[in-house]
């Protein structure tokens, strides 16, 4: 597979049109209403952070597949989760900026923060913990 600027542009096209209509389609509740965010209120601009969010998904994660065809196999199979974090993190900023009134710089470490506090940090459960026996329980 060859990847070049033109393929990488259909790519993030492609991929800010599908992040649009997603966005289109929470900001109007259809089919189903997104769960509740707290006091967020979805709002217009929901839709471009929503394309600018599927696109820098889809071109970082072409961009990692071409820079491993150079790689190791198992150095490959090694990026997989780091290469996810990285652009799910990049990606989620335009959101974080859409959906919550705060400034670049807290954006950007807000979404570093909650990775790390969700994902890595352990912490006892408590009984009122919506983690712990409640709504988010498998």
Not at 72 to 78: I, K, L, R
Not at 88 to 110: E, K, M, T
């Amino acid at each position: 597979m060859r990847v070049n600027i033109r393929s990488l542009a259909w790519i993030g096209l492609l991929a800010a049109l599908g992040g649009g209509i997603n966005a289109a389609l929470c900001l109007s509740g259809w089919p189903v209403p997104p769960e509740d965010i707290g006091d967020t209120v979805f709002r217009w601009h929901l839709i471009p952070a929503g394309a600018i969010h599927g696109a820098l998904l889809a071109v970082l994660a072409m961009l990692s597949v071409a820079i491993a065809k150079k790689i190791p196999t198992f150095v490959q199979w090694m990026m997989v989760p780091i290469v996810g974090l990285l652009a799910g993190w990049v990606a989620f900023i335009p959101l974080n900026l859409s959906l919550v009134d705060q400034n670049r710089n807290i954006s950007v470490l807000w979404s570093i923060l909650k990775i790390a506090r969700t994902e890595f940090a352990p912490r006892p459960a408590s009984r009122d913990s919506e983690w712990a026996g409640g709504q988010n329980e498998f």
